[in-house]
């Protein structure tokens, strides 16, 4: 009879050597499994390191299913005043409906303010923000790679109860991320039998797929009723990535007429993720139906090719 295969936690640092060079961009990128996860809806980045008055930065800004902002500041260690009290700052500057903290633990004395502050603020009701404290952890299964999880600690009662973890909201999660599921299952393979980009990738639940070279990203992204491709630069070094950007930018004109069509391009000062984005035009998504979507989904998988070969000579340079 085989042993049952080991289970130990494993440091942090050995997955995400640098906080701000690799947690914090690990963290903008898997928004959508800390909601799930913390069993708070939808969640997807809309920007890292975003510059707060004062000099100060905010780790990850997200936005929820209904377009809401959620403050997001992670740390290694335990949880501890400072990302609290800048955290609740950033939150209240940035108009933000909540604010998560991550980290490898936090003490008992900040549960109790969490939970506190909570109380108070579900009597002004929206326009209450509301405080998660959650636990990152990594794990690994024998000699596997490492697995990762987050757990609440501390969360607004309605939160537990009833409104955003109710049972309808979470049969609409599941919904969507079955939806999702589909979309990429008949995408990736219509994708791969053209281009070799993702075929490294597997149908998931979120609501992007994504391959990076360095600092480079190519993403493809679902909605409701459409989709995007998109370039994301993030070199973990905000100068660094302003100026990795602007070369870029600087080819800006041979890039879209090998393309064939404007892109969107944005800069955002002091933040790690600039991006290069296309729109897809009569693209379909994840709302769309099975029949509906084939059209769709070869103007995506056009769109995405064009897109890659268009930036690819610039990126390889800078490679």
């Not at 800004?61 to 740390?75: F, H, K």
């Not at 500057?93 to 980290?103: D, F």
């Not at 600087?250 to 729109?279: P, T």
Request: proline fraction near 4%.
């Amino acid at each position: 009879m085989n042993e049952p295969l080991a289970i130990t936690r494993v440091d942090i640092r050995q997955v995400w050597p640098g906080e701000a060079r690799d947690f914090t961009p690990w963290m903008g990128d898997h928004c959508d499994v800390l909601g799930e996860h913390l069993g708070i809806g939808e969640l997807t980045i809309e920007a890292t390191e975003v510059p707060i008055p004062g000099g100060r930065a905010l780790d990850v800004l997200a936005v929820d299913a209904d377009g809401a902002r959620w403050a997001i500041e992670n740390q290694y260690g335990v949880g501890d005043h400072d990302h609290f009290t800048r955290g609740l700052a950033y939150a209240v500057a940035l108009e933000c409906r909540a604010l998560i903290i991550v980290a490898e633990d936090h003490r008992s004395e900040f549960i109790a303010v969490a939970d506190e502050w909570n109380r108070y603020s579900e009597a002004y009701g929206h326009d209450g923000i509301r405080v998660f404290l959650a636990v990152i952890e990594a794990w690994r299964i024998g000699d596997s790679a490492p697995g990762f999880r987050f757990r609440l600690l501390a969360g607004p009662n309605e939160w537990k109860v009833a409104a955003r973890s109710s049972a309808a909201k979470s049969v609409a999660q599941v919904e969507r991320n079955d939806a999702n599921l589909g979309f990429w299952s008949q995408l990736l393979p219509k994708l791969n039998s053209t281009s070799s980009l993702f075929r490294s990738i597997t149908p998931r639940t979120g609501s992007y797929v994504s391959i990076a070279n360095g600092p480079f990203k190519h993403q493809i992204w679902v909605k409701a009723d459409s989709c995007h491709v998109q370039l994301r630069i993030e070199s973990g070094d905000a100068e660094e990535n302003d100026g990795l950007f602007e070369e870029i930018e600087s080819n800006r004109a041979a890039i879209e007429e090998r393309f064939g069509d404007s892109l969107a391009w944005n800069k955002s000062e002091n933040h790690r993720s600039c991006i290069v984005r296309y729109d897809v035009p009569a693209s379909s998504g994840w709302k769309t139906s099975q029949e509906e979507r084939l059209p769709g989904m070869d103007k995506v998988v056009a769109a995405m090719i064009r897109f890659h070969e268009a930036l690819d000579p610039v990126l390889s340079e800078l490679s």
